[in-house]
Structures are given as structure tokens and as C-alpha cells.
């Protein structure tokens, strides 16, 4: 059953004002430890600068093709991988950077993939839509809308077979909600009972086409109920919200209980990829979510409950540039793959390659 | 190698791989639609969830795209999954999961993840199914870098390549002849495996090679007998393996009789014969060609309802004896 729902948040009206802190404190600050706490920061803010970085290098020319920003989605990512463990899965999307990232990728690595070289997380092979790391449990963004969900339901169903204890989480945008892909997975998890965490993160539009222009639901989470799974509306700017939801959807999967279903409200401040004119929203609209930038809500909390202070969250964004810097530098250095590799990994053995090179 | 002769169906063939298959790795499972207790559509699975249980001969919901996409993502996580798409047709649900996803993510992720899949597909026309449930789609698959594509047209390599298939770490899809189920012959007892790379040659002949595949194999070999009572001695090559193709034991063939012939059910055009066609015409056995290549294959129309349009919409044994004759006659 759908247990809640949140109308879009009001920009100006959502602030930290007014709370009561330890009444209000919400439960992942009392769940997290300190150093946890700093780390979800020091992700978003990572996000947050890797984003930034990553399209200026595509107006210098580093960046060949295409790529899709999640710049004010940070919140939704971290709060999400906030609640899992190192060894559980992760299937993300074609605006995966922040997934990645939030798992546990290491930047160098990203910005290689970036920049075509081989010591990017696909050796150059794959660019910005197909970054994966199996060490950290991520199997990968994905190309096609809705084409991480039915993965993910099979390395649930594996999980579950294996008996590993492992559970999954499936990202996924408004815009595969609609697809044939989302309502059989949701059906075929549901039915079998499979350690799923599906987590929409509605940032409003499919390219340029509205939620409400495409979808026939108020909430996207309503559609849980056909589906007799957990359905959750939270505000996915406020990286308490999505942790908690999250952590709570973690837990009911790892009791055997099931998926469930987390539709995070956000909003992507770029446009949907390097191509868009902005033609389909208004500046303002932009302009009220900047408002509700998920990194200053978060700190604003922290300070507000007094977990943090200003000096530690300013040395985050020094480590921080630090970190990008190194890993451009990095990435930078390494080598193109060479076209004499072209029809490599087509096949584990290599003899079936059946490639002018393979062999 | 076990060479006892016993004689199993090709549906017991498949099944006895299965079996074999799941009692060797705990890892290995069977997923697809009324293959419980139901026992498959065309009983392939027959009782193996009573002995295996619901856990490993697992019926799933009608959803053929999530299906497809549940085996690439337990193959990720660790398992052997076998799919059964209950007729080859309902591919055409599971393609973005087959062609964007299994076939893909090894290449994508820079060889970071194997994908050890199997995917099932009955395939073929001749029972009367007509347009959506006749056809054979295996050309497209072929034609995907990263998938392996074979169709076994004996019981033996129905055993044998499903069994390699298991064990092989890539996706592997198998096309099998849904008349061909209930034929028989020789199956060894046991585990074996028959290369997923090879053709075999399976009739000698010094006038004209025939690339036949699945139930062609078994056309080409009656048109074959009755020819060599003529003195006409076709040589016939299953090709077995689509993706890749043995174009070595093609090219040895040709260059031997000097004319080839392809057979195959998928439509002509564009058809896995083209394919081989190309790979002769591109190849030193070229030159030592005495006649053009011919190519016999579906006919270019929606397989039809009735029975006489239904046969003629497929290349038939007096079709090949024709052609043949022909072809070596100089007479095309």
C-alpha cells in the first residue's frame, strides 16, 4: 500500500526553520555516526563538483559524444546508498554519475571513462552511459529507459538463490515508469518476494516531457499498490528523507519481506543532456529549485542540529577540489585504447570473437 | 567419449542436458513460461520441477522482456540461468534485454562482467500456427556481436551444445526445430559437450555442397539419397553454428565440389545463406566456383495458416533434389 504521499515541495517555503532539534532530529542522524554523516556530505559535494567538472571538460573538447548531468539530484543518490552495504547491488541509469559516485567509485576512474581511456571504468568502451564496478556491487548504468529494472530483479533473484544476503537497489527516472519494463519487474519482484529496493527519481520530465504530460498517476509511487509492494513519496532533496526511506525499504528486504517502491522528488537543474534548449520549462521554475539546493539544505540541517560546523564543511570542499584536480590530472595521463583492440571483450574467450582482430 | 548407441528424442535430448546440467552446478536453473508442472509447451521440460523443484524449474510470469531481463541479471549475480522463450517468436518482447543488454555488457564495461546465459527458442514453421507462432528469427540474433547462436538439427548436438552452452561464459542462444523434437537418434549417456564454433559435415558428395541448417540438415540428407541414385553426390554441411560461422569447413567444402547450394528456413533475403554466400564469394574457394551460388530459403511473406501455402513458404526436399539437379547440370 502507497503510505504517503508528498505534493511537489513548495521551494520557498521549505526551509530548516522552525524545527525542534532533538525532537525532529530525523532517524538517520541518530543511526549514522559522525564520520558517516561527513561522508554523505563529502559524496554530494563530490557529485556536485564531478557534474561541474565534467562539463566544463566536455566545452574544452575532452569530452567526446554526450552526457547527462545530475547536478541537484545529490540528495536522492547518497541519501539512497547511505543505507546499503558495500556488497549490495546497484543497477542506475543513463543519469548514473551520482549513483556511481555514491556507491563508491573512484573519480580518477570516472573521469577516464570520460575521456575514452583505458584506464576508465570500461576502458574507454563504454563512456558516460555505461559506467559499472562490480567490486563495489555496481552492475551498471544503463543506455535504455527502464533497462536496469528487469537486472536488477535478476540479481535479486540470485541474491536470494545464493543466499548471500545481499539486497538490490534499482534506480530509475519518471520516464521509465512508463515503460512495459517497470510494471513487469515490479510485478515478477513482488511476486517472488525478491530483496528490490525500486527508486524512481522524478525529476519532473522524460527529456521534455512532463510527469504529468506522461503519466496517468498523481504520484508515481500510487503505482505500488498494483503491485502490493510498499509505495513512498518523499521530498528527494533532503538527504534525511531519502535515507530514511530508503533504510526502511533496505530492511524489509533483507527480512525476506520484498520490494518496495521510493519516489524521490527532485529536480535536474542542467537539461536533460547537451542538446537541450531548456524550451520545455520556465527560468523560474529553475530558479525555485535552485532555491532548494539539496547540498545547502543538508548542511543547513547539520548546522542546525549542530552536527557539523562551518570550518569541517568548508575543509569537505577543499578535499574536494583536491580530489577532482588529482583525478582529471589522472585521467588525463592515460592512454587511449588502441584500435588494434577494437573487437576485445565481445566474448570472455576471445577465439569466438569472430572480429578482423579478435583472435 | 561414450559411444553406446541409445536412441533418445531431441525434446530428451534437451532435457537430459538440463537435467545433467543442474545436477553438476547448483548455479544452473530453468526459467521460463509453463515449464513446471505443465511441462513446457512442447514438453521439453516435461517433469523436471519434480525433480529439481519450483526453485530451479522456475514457471514465471507472462512477461517475456522482464523474463530476459531477470536471466542477464541473475547471470551478473552469480547464476546459470537457462531461459525457455516458449515459442522463438515472443523474442521479439525480450530483444531489448537480448540485443541492447546480454549481447552488450561485456563489451560496454571494458570485459569487467561475463554474462553466462542461455536463452531457448522453438522455433519453426509446419504446425500449423500460423504468422506469429512459425517463425525463425535466428538471422536476427546472428547478427548481434556478443551473442552465440547455434541450431542443433540432431539429437546428439541438441545434448551436446546445450550442455557446452551451459558451461560456456557468454550468452548463448539456441534455436530448435519444433518438428524436430520428436525425432531420434544416437545420444550418448553422460555429460558431453560439441563445440559451439563448428559445422560438421554430414553426408560426403563431390559435386555440390549444401550449407543446410536445423531441419534443412535433415531435408538436404533425404534430397541427398535420392540424387546420389542419379549419380549426383551432394556434400551436406550442417552449419550448426551461426555466430560465429566455420567458414574454414565451408571453404574446404567448396573448394572440393566447386558449387554450393544454401538451404535454410529463414526468409531469403538477407537469411543466414546470405550470409554464408558472402563468406564463399569473399574466400579464395571464389575462384574454383563452377556455377553461381544458390540460395534456397523462406519464402518472403508471414508464414501462412494453410497447409499446402504453409509448405510452400519453406524449401522442401523436392525443392532441393530440384535445384540441385540443376545446379549441377550447368542448368542455372
Known amino acids: 500500500m502507497a503510505r504517503s504521499s508528498l505534493t511537489t515541495p513548495e521551494p520557498d517555503t521549505a526551509t530548516a526553520a522552525g524545527r525542534l532539534p532533538a525532537a525532529n532530529l530525523p532517524e538517520v542522524y541518530r543511526r549514522l555516526g559522525a564520520a558517516e554523516i561527513r561522508d554523505a556530505l563529502r559524496k554530494m559535494r563530490l557529485i556536485r563538483r564531478f557534474e561541474e567538472s565534467a562539463e566544463e571538460a566536455y566545452v574544452r573538447g575532452l569530452i567526446h559524444g554526450t552526457m547527462h548531468l545530475s547536478i541537484g539530484q545529490e540528495a536522492s543518490a547518497v541519501g539512497v546508498c547511505s543505507a546499503l552495504s558495500p556488497t549490495d547491488y546497484m543497477t542506475s541509469t543513463h543519469r548514473g554519475h551520482g549513483h556511481c559516485l555514491g556507491k563508491g567509485a573512484d573519480v580518477g576512474r570516472m573521469f577516464a571513462e570520460f575521456f575514452g581511456r583505458e584506464d576508465g571504468y570500461c576502458r574507454g568502451r563504454g563512456g558516460s552511459m555505461h559506467i559499472a564496478d562490480p567490486s563495489t556491487g555496481n552492475l551498471g548504468a544503463n543506455g535504455i529507459v527502464g533497462g536496469g529494472l528487469p537486472i536488477a530483479v535478476g540479481a535479486a533473484l540470485a541474491a536470494k538463490r545464493l543466499g548471500n544476503g545481499r539486497i538490490v537497489v534499482c534506480f530509475f527516472g519518471d520516464g521509465a515508469n512508463n515503460e512495459g519494463a517497470f510494471h513487469e519487474s515490479l510485478n515478477m519482484a513482488s511476486v517472488w518476494k525478491l530483496p528490490v529496493v525500486f527508486v524512481c527519481e522524478n525529476n519532473k520530465y522524460g527529456m521534455s516531457t512532463s510527469v504529468a504530460r506522461s503519466t496517468s498517476v498523481k504520484n508515481i509511487a500510487d503505482r505500488a499498490v498494483a503491485y502490493s509492494m510498499p509505495g513512498v513519496t518523499v521530498d528527494g532533496n533532503r538527504f534525511a528523507d531519502v535515507a530514511d526511506a530508503t533504510h526502511a525499504a533496505v530492511e524489509r528486504a533483507r527480512r525476506g519481506e520484498g520490494p518496495s517502491l521510493i519516489e524521490c522528488l527532485t529536480y535536474r537543474i542542467r537539461g536533460h543532456s547537451k542538446s537541450d534548449r531548456n524550451r520545455y520549462r520556465t527560468k523560474e521554475e529553475i530558479e525555485s529549485w535552485q532555491k532548494r539546493d539539496p547540498i545547502q539544505l543538508f548542511e543547513a540541517e547539520l548546522l542546525e542540529f549542530g552536527l557539523m560546523d562551518t570550518p569541517e564543511m568548508v575543509a569537505i570542499q577543499t578535499s574536494v577540489e583536491e580530489e577532482i584536480t588529482a583525478a582529471i590530472e589522472f585521467a588525463k595521463a592515460s592512454p587511449a585504447p588502441s584500435p588494434a583492440d577494437l573487437t576485445r571483450y565481445v566474448y570472455t574467450t576471445e577465439r569466438g570473437s569472430h572480429g578482423h582482430h579478435g583472435a | ?332
Request: overall charge negative.
Open chain 2, 1 to 332: 567419449m561414450d559411444t553406446m548407441v541409445r536412441e533418445l528424442s531431441y525434446s530428451q535430448a534437451i532435457q537430459e542436458a538440463m537435467a545433467i546440467a543442474m545436477e553438476r552446478d547448483p548455479r544452473v536453473f530453468l526459467m521460463g513460461e509453463d515449464i513446471g508442472v505443465y511441462g513446457g509447451a512442447f514438453q521439453v521440460t516435461g517433469d523436471l520441477v519434480h525433480r529439481f523443484g519450483e526453485d530451479r524449474v522456475m514457471d514465471m510470469p507472462i512477461s517475456e522482456l522482464a523474463g530476459a531481463g531477470v536471466a542477464v541479471g541473475a547471470a551478473l549475480a552469480g547464476m546459470r540461468p537457462v531461459f525457455e522463450f516458449q515459442f522463438s517468436d515472443f523474442a521479439t518482447l525480450g530483444m531489448e534485454q537480448i540485443v541492447n543488454q546480454a549481447a552488450k555488457l561485456r563489451f560496454m564495461l571494458g570485459g569487467a562482467v561475463s554474462v553466462p546465459l542461455v536463452m531457448r527458442f522453438p522455433a519453426g514453421s509446419g504446425t500449423g500456427a500460423a504468422a506469429q507462432h512459425s517463425q525463425s528469427l535466428e538471422a536476427w540474433l546472428a547478427h548481434v556481436p556478443g551473442l552465440k547462436v547455434v541450431q542443433p538439427s540432431t539429437p546428439h548436438d541438441a545434448k551436446g551444445l546445450l550442455l557446452a552452452a551451459i558451461e560456456d561464459p557468454d550468452p548463448v542462444m539456441i534455436f530448435e526445430h519444433k518438428l524436430l523434437y520428436k525425432t531420434k537418434g544416437p545420444v550418448p549417456e553422460g555429460w558431453y559437450t560439441v563445440p559451439l564454433d563448428r559445422a560438421e559435415i554430414r553426408r560426403e558428395g563431390r559435386d555440390l555442397t549444401v550449407v543446410a541448417t536445423s531441419i534443412m540438415v535433415i531435408k538436404a540428407l533425404e534430397a541427398a539419397a535420392t540424387l546420389a541414385q542419379e549419380g549426383i553426390e551432394l556434400e551436406v554441411v550442417d552449419l550448426r553454428s551461426l555466430r560465429p560461422i566455420d567458414t574454414e569447413t565451408l571453404i574446404a567444402s567448396v573448394s572440393r565440389t566447386h558449387r554450393l547450394m544454401c538451404v535454410y528456413e529463414g526468409v531469403k533475403t538477407l537469411g543466414i545463406g546470405s550470409e554464408v554466400s558472402a563468406a564463399i564469394a569473399e574466400s579464395e574457394a571464389f575462384d574454383l566456383l563452377d556455377a553461381p551460388i544458390v540460395r534456397l530459403g523462406g519464402a518472403e511473406c508471414p508464414l501462412p495458416y494453410n497447409p499446402e501455402l504453409e509448405k510452400a513458404a519453406v524449401p522442401q526436399v523436392a525443392d532441393i533434389v530440384e535445384t540441385a539437379r540443376r545446379l549441377v547440370q550447368g542448368r542455372i
